[in-house]
C-alpha cells in the first residue's frame, strides 16, 4: 500500500541542474523523515540529504552549498534540487520515509539515475 516514486532524473552537463521529486501514497509524508540516498556502480549507498518533520535539513558534505532538500506536506512529496552537478554526483538516487509510529517504519522508493557528464 505504501509507495514512494522518484522522478526528475536524467543525462544533464558538468554544472547543470536537475530537481528530483520523491511524491508517496500511503502515508502522511508530513510526519516522516524524508531523505535522499545515492548509490554509484561499486560503492555503497550513501546518504545524500534529509529533511525533517518539522522541516529541518541535513546534507552530506559531498553536497553541501549545491543541493537543496525541501517538502510539500499538502502534496505529499520531497524534492531535491541539485546544482552545480559533478560527474562524482553520477548515481542512483533513492528516496526514503523514516517514521517512529507504533514501531519504525522504513520505506524506500525504486530509485531515478542521474547521470552527469560531457
Known amino acids: 500500500q505504501v509507495q514512494l516514486v522518484e522522478s526528475g532524473g536524467g543525462l544533464v552537463q558538468p554544472g547543470g541542474s536537475l530537481r528530483l521529486s520523491c511524491a508517496a501514497s ?3 509524508f508530513s510526519i516522516s523523515d524524508g531523505g535522499w540516498y ?3 556502480p561499486g560503492k555503497q549507498r550513501e546518504l545524500v540529504a ?3 518533520s518539522n522541516g529541518r535539513p541535513n546534507y552530506a ?3 553541501k552549498g549545491r543541493f537543496t532538500v525541501s517538502r510539500d506536506n499538502a502534496k505529499n512529496t520531497v524534492y ?3 546544482n552545480s552537478l559533478k560527474p562524482e554526483d553520477t548515481a ?3 528516496c526514503n ?3 517512529v509510529v507504533a514501531g519504525l517504519h522504513v520505506y524506500w522508493g525504486q530509485g531515478t539515475q542521474v547521470t552527469v557528464s560531457s
Open 26 to 28: 500511503g502515508i502522511i
Open 38 to 40: 545515492r548509490q554509484a
Open 50 to 52: 534529509v529533511i525533517t
Open 61 to 63: 558534505d559531498s553536497v
Open 80 to 82: 531535491l534540487q541539485m
Open 92 to 94: 542512483v538516487y533513492y
Open 97 to 99: 520515509s523514516r517514521t
